[in-house]
C-alpha cells in the first residue's frame, strides 16, 4: 500500500484554487473539474461531488473542525509572514509563535476553514543559531536535537 495524498472538501472549488496558489504558491497539476491536485500532493474536492461519493447529506459535511492541519515548511519565513499580513482575507489561527526548539510557525484558515501551518524550515532554524553565534552543540542542546542533526543542517 502507497499513501498518495490528503484531499480537502472545499465550498468552490475555483475560490480555492486561487488561495492556494496566491498564498502558498501551489499550482494546479492536474483538474477534473470536482476533482484537483496542487503541486505538493494535496488534492481538492468539490463538496457536492464528496455528498455523492460518502452518502452524505449537505448537513453531515461540516467545516472548521480545528482536528487536523496541513503542514508547510518556509525557507523565507519571515517574507512569507510579510506576505500573510498584507492579505486582508486571512483569517489567523494564531499569530506567529516560537516553540521551545526555536521553530516559528503560524496557523491559519483556508477558506472553509481547514487550518494550515507554515513553519520556519528546520535547517533554517539551525542556521539561525548558528549565524546567532551557538555552537553546534549548544544549538543541538537549545533545539532538543542530536548533534549529528545539526552537523547535517550545518552544512
Known sequence: ???KSPLLVVNDIEKSKKFYKDVLGLRVILDFGANVTLTGGVSLQTKESW????????????????DAELYFEEDNFDSFVEKLNELKFIEYV????EYSWGQRVVRFYDLDKHILEVG???NVVCKRFIMSGLTIEETAKRMNVPINYVQKCAK
Do not use: L, T
Open 1 to 3: 500500500m502507497k499513501f
Open 51 to 66: 455528498k455523492e461519493f460518502i452518502h452524505k447529506q449537505d448537513n453531515e459535511i461540516i467545516f472548521n473542525g480545528n
Open 94 to 97: 494564531h499569530p506567529v509563535i
Open 120 to 122: 520556519e524550515n528546520m
